[in-house]
């Protein structure tokens, strides 16, 4: 009897997010829930769009016999259909169902996708920092995730890809718009990261890039994310409507395998087996009917973008260094240096933001020290009233 000591060990060195959380909860224990600001997790706070709560409404009154049968494992065809419109008008080239399946939000999808392309020993490249998870995602299909570091201002530094491409690189996967610095890599960055790849597929292994993007659709100042299939053919996209409808309870996702993919149709079908195997069988029914229909609804994300002011113009009242987030609802922000030893462990700073009441998550995590992130999925209170904690804690620093 026991717990395996790999997922101990695992256990340990990713408790950043629940260590924060469980303080927070401590914290409003003893303070009240008002007096506390947390900025701790990703949680859309938008309720899903009304246009969205009437489709659920309907698809749950039809009466449709089998609504709740097993299906293909790939998911129900008028849904992949859906999805490979909706990834047709971002990526701009024609994506059939047939290179599509429904996962268990862009969690299970990633999973997904590592399980059906992974050796063991094989090497995920990420640019750092990067959403804390896909150390373990890799791990659990026996992968090994390799960060490397982005430019100052986080953009995709190429150079340090290249120093970290090999023949056991699997995959690139980039997350843009990134969690947790809200970065958008641009496309003269993503046609760079193509052209170093195809460079390096000369040499015998092709590394697929993946991407993550359950964040696509939050973008500020009418910012585009960059298509990634008309520049490279080994591509496959993760996504889910977790973070743009707000659904990330109901855990409905996908994966959109490019079309112009040299092995395609092997890749789909291993994609549909691991989607089996590692026991999702199919990706949830009910919301799958859902999102075929509720994926065009048009939602108003300017509620993020004054949250973001908001918080931006705290920071800077208080000094904090912070990155301007371009998309997604994070800001990451720079540890200031200590006044008596210049000190910026993101930790201890992390920790001393609680006797100030808020609650932050150290860049260790996320592959980046000496920076903190904030999540603003908050309400608007939360960040105006944390002005002042901002501000003492940053004076007496
Ligand atoms: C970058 C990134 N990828 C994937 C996920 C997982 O998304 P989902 O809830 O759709 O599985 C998250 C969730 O926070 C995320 O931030």
């Not at 490397?148 to 150079?159: A, I, N, R």
């Amino acid at each position: 009897m026991g717990v395996a000591a790999q997922v101990l060990k695992a256990m340990e060195s990713s408790s950043a997010i629940r260590k924060a959380f469980e303080d927070g909860l401590q914290l409003k224990k003893q303070y009240g829930e008002k007096n506390v600001y947390d900025f701790s997790l990703g949680n859309p706070d938008l309720e899903p769009p009304e246009e969205v709560e009437n489709i659920i409404k309907k698809i749950a009154s039809s009466g449709e016999k089998g609504a709740h049968a097993y299906m293909p494992n790939a998911g129900y065809m008028e849904t992949r259909a859906a999805m490979a419109e909706k990834v047709s008008s971002e990526q701009g080239v024609k994506v059939g169902a047939d290179g599509v399946v429904m996962a268990v939000g862009a969690a299970g999808a990633l999973n997904v996708i590592f399980k059906a392309i992974l050796e063991p020993g094989d090497e995920v490249i990420v640019p750092a920092p990067f959403f804390a998870e896909y150390t373990h995602y890799c791990a659990n299909h026996g992968g090994k995730l390799v960060p490397v570091s982005t430019k100052d201002d986080f953009s995709l530094d190429l150079d340090a890809i290249a120093a970290a491409l090999s023949t056991k690189t699997a995959a690139v996967l980039i997350n843009s718009p990134n969690n947790p610095t809200g970065k958008i890599y641009s496309e003269n960055d993503i046609k760079a990261l193509a052209a170093l790849l195809e460079e390096h597929a000369k040499k015998g292994r092709k590394p697929y890039i993946i991407a993550d993007e359950p964040y696509r659709a939050i973008t500020y100042g009418g910012k585009k994310v960059s298509a990634l299939f008309p520049f490279y053919d080994a591509a496959i996209v993760a996504s889910s409507f977790a973070k743009n409808l707000s659904l990330p309870g109901e855990r409905i996702g996908y994966l959109a395998i490019n079309p112009a993919c040299p092995d395609k149709d092997e890749l789909f079908a291993a994609c549909v087996f691991a989607t089996r195997v590692l026991g999702y069988v199919n990706a949830p029914a009910f919301f799958q009917k859902v999102v075929a229909q509720a994926w065009k609804v048009p939602v108003d994300y300017s509620s993020y973008s004054e949250r973001r002011d908001a918080l931006t113009g705290v920071l800077k009242k208080a000094g904090i260094e912070f990155a301007e987030p371009e998309g997604a609802f994070y800001l990451f922000c720079k540890v200031p240096a200590r006044k008596t030893d210049g000190c910026t462990d993101e930790n201890l700073f992390c920790d001393y933001l609680k006797e100030y009441r808020v609650l932050a998550v150290p860049g260790t995590g996320f592959g980046k020290k000496a920076w903190f992130r904030l999540a603003y999925c908050v309400s608007k209170d939360t960040i105006t009233n944390s002005l002042d904690s901002f501000v003492q804690a940053a004076k007496n620093w």
